[in-house]
């Protein structure tokens, strides 16, 4: 079940226009339930919107996490 809750949160935060249905039924499959796939979709998108808003606001990290590395030009 784990495993397969990390593959759908990696495919919904890199390529969510890739999502389909099957990708809920391999949740079903692993015995989740439709409102904890509903949970963890939201949960999902929720920190990607944070993360993105944070990223394009460029939000200073809070002071006891390290600094971001820039990507070398």
Same mark, same amino acid.
């Given at each position: =079940?784990d495993?397969a #809750?990390c593959?759908?949160?990696? !495919? #919904?935060? !890199?390529?969510? &226009?890739? =999502?389909t249905r099957?990708d809920?039924e391999t #949740?079903?499959?692993t ?10 979709a &939201?949960?999902i998108?929720?920190f ?6 944070a ?5 200073? #990290?809070?002071?006891? =996490?390290?600094?971001k590395?820039e990507?070398?030009?």
């Amino acid at each position: =079940m784990d495993r397969a #809750l990390c593959d759908y949160a990696v !495919k #919904l935060t !890199k390529s969510p &226009q890739e =999502m389909t249905r099957g990708d809920v039924e391999t #949740l079903r499959r692993t015995g989740l339930s439709d409102r904890a796939i509903s949970d963890a979709a &939201q949960v999902i998108a929720f920190f990607n919107y944070i993360n993105r808003i944070a990223e394009g606001l460029d939000v200073d #990290l809070e002071s006891i =996490m390290p600094p971001k590395q820039e990507p070398p030009a």
